[in-house]
């Protein structure tokens, strides 16, 4: 990608960020199982974690270093980040010029509806360089201040999941309509059940699967197991009372987890920091806004 259409793609995308602390998050208002952030860091960002989305997006400014599938990486201005679910990585800036990168965050359910049920494209270079591609993510992740519009959502899907398909190059298996409506009905009994424990038996009854049939299908579908998917919707929830200014110790309980410790354990596990660094990250951009 040129300097010129390097300029233009982002214009205006800093703006969010240029007067709130140095180093921030912010989060737009999205559909459910779609979020968007900006992130701007000096130094170290992110201990290794793993969360149960994909995590796709483009370095807006500075060297985001990272380490993915076992190698460091380099993502430059213009560049695109593709993390797989469920992948372990870290992330930082790779020079003391700072980082800026603009990211979009997607539940695998949400492609999987665009791929017919077929399985999740994985492609495996981590950083790629794409004008076409990156257009496509910049006309989501650049008016990250808007609400997208429903009808924008689904043709934007749409052509993310043909440039993902295409540089995972190989084509998607099918999976079984049986499998793919057991992993459907688990997720969503999951999802409405997360503040409390669910019995594998409670599954089997749902789906008609015994336990280990399920745990494969789910994985195949979604790639992650029934726990950490349920683990991750707490986890979720648990962000968003944090932006609302909740103390953590009382966000713990209401998200379903058995006390404050435990929380941050698998805080930090999916996200690399702990819940109080999420939160002074949020409430500082939230202040200098």
């Known amino acids: ?42 130094g170290s960002a992110f201990d290794l974690h793993r969360h149960d989305t994909y995590a796709i997006g483009v370095t807006l400014h500075g060297v985001q270093r990272f380490r993915y599938l076992g190698v460091t990486r380099h993502s ?19 020079t003391e010029d700072g980082l800026r990168y603009r990211m979009l965050y997607l539940e695998p359910s949400l492609m999987l509806d665009c791929l017919g049920g077929a399985s999740l494209p994985f492609v495996r270079d981590g950083v790629l ?15 990250l201040e808007e609400e997208l519009d429903e009808l924008f959502v689904a043709d934007f899907l749409a052509r993310l999941m043909q440039s993902l398909t295409r540089h995972a190059g190989q084509p998607a298996k099918p999976m079984a309509r049986t499998a793919w409506r057991a992993a459907t009905l688990a997720r969503d009994y999951l999802t409405e059940n997360f503040g409390r424990p669910v019995r594998s038996d409670e599954l089997e009854a749902i789906t008609g699967l015994d336990r280990y049939a399920l745990s494969r299908h789910f994985r195949a579908a979604f790639c992650t197991s029934p726990h950490r998917f349920q683990v991750m919707r707490r986890l979720q929830s648990a962000r968003r009372m944090i932006a ?24 930090k596990k999916a996200f690399g920091m702990t819940p109080g660094r999420w939160s002074s990250l949020i409430q500082g951009t939230a202040a200098a806004a």
């Open 1 to 42: 990608m040129s300097h010129d259409l390097n300029s233009q793609a982002f214009e205006g995308l800093g703006r969010l960020c240029v007067d709130a602390a140095e180093n921030c998050i912010i989060s737009a208002s999205d559909p459910a199982g779609m979020e968007r952030i900006e992130a701007r860091f000096h």
């Open 76 to 94: 430059l201005p213009g560049q695109i980040i593709v993390l797989h679910p469920d992948e372990l990585h870290d992330g930082g800036a790779g």
């Open 129 to 143: 360089t794409d004008d076409s591609f990156c257009a496509t993510l910049l006309s989501a992740l650049g008016p």
């Open 244 to 267: 609302a200014g909740e103390p953590l110790a009382q966000i713990a309980i209401e998200a379903g987890f058995s006390d404050q410790s435990h929380f941050i354990r698998q805080f």
